[in-house]
């Protein structure tokens, strides 16, 4: 391996256009570790995208089964808020009791 080829490198950031450097022990660590692709964002438009994601992400406390959950929207302000699996199960409970109200005609 010709380690002393390797020099920081100018990228131009997929994000904001701006070069970035590659530096050379970066370059050595993505070698060692077998990673084909080169960095495609600048350091700072990665900061910026796992802040993003963890914006996006809001932590709740399930109100049905009392377990911690994420959900990728906030939470509603003006009911408990449910992770989705009680969700889909009231959901389904919903639809359930609604089948069985639901006036049969047949009766009339
Ligand atoms: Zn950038
Ligand atoms: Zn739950």
């Not at 910026?48 to 996006?56: C, G, I, T, V, Y």
């Not at 994420?70 to 969700?87: E, F, G, L, T």
Request: glycine share 2%.
């Amino acid at each position: 391996m010709e380690e002393s080829e390797i020099k920081d490198r100018k990228i131009p950031c997929k994000t904001c256009q701006k070069d970035f450097v590659w530096t050379a022990s970066e370059q050595r660590y993505y070698q060692k570790k077998g990673f084909k692709k080169q960095p495609q964002k600048c350091s700072d438009c990665r900061e910026k995208a796992n802040k993003l994601r963890n914006e996006n992400m809001f932590y709740i406390h399930c109100g049905i089964c009392d377990k911690n959950a994420v959900m990728i929207a906030p939470p509603p302000k003006d009911r408990v808020a449910i992770c989705s699996d009680c969700y889909e199960k009231f959901v389904k409970e919903f639809q359930e009791n609604k089948a069985k109200q639901e006036p049969s005609t047949n009766s009339v």
